[in-house]
């Protein structure tokens, strides 16, 4: 019953800007994160934000760029991708962890994962 589902991927041309949406069902979430991997590369942590969402980290690939948020209201996380640059493309996804622990950085339930690709 626990659930996380991706939306807002999809092409878009560099300098352009698009908004992922993770909508989680089931339970409310502590620690949430965004992930993403490109083709022929390891997975990498692109931010991730506190349960109240006043702790956010973001890769050095990201930050000033890429902004992540949250509702607690909804249940649904946020990031917002401006500038986007042809090396942001990858396959983005959403974890979740019941956990408030902010040294940490693993989850316990993932989304499906939905694809970003920039053009230049």
């Known amino acids: 019953q626990v659930q996380l589902v991706e939306s807002g991927g999809g092409l878009v041309q560099a300098g352009g800007s698009l908004r992922l949406s993770c909508a989680a069902s089931?339970?409310?979430?502590?620690?949430m994160g965004w992930f993403r991997q490109a083709p022929g590369k390891e997975r990498e942590s692109v931010a991730r934000?506190?349960?109240?969402?006043?702790?956010?980290y973001y890769a050095a690939s990201v930050k000033g760029r890429f902004t992540i948020s949250r509702d607690n209201a909804k249940n649904t996380m946020y990031l917002q991708m401006n500038s986007l640059k042809p090396e942001d493309t990858a396959v983005y996804y959403c974890?979740?962890?019941?956990?408030?622990?902010?040294?940490?950085?693993?989850?316990?339930?993932w989304g499906q994962g939905t694809q970003v690709t920039v053009s230049s």
């Open positions: 974890a979740a962890d019941p956990s408030l622990r902010w040294e940490s950085d693993e989850y316990d339930y």
């Open positions: 089931g339970r409310t979430f502590g620690r």
């Open positions: 934000i506190s349960g109240s969402g006043g702790l956010t």
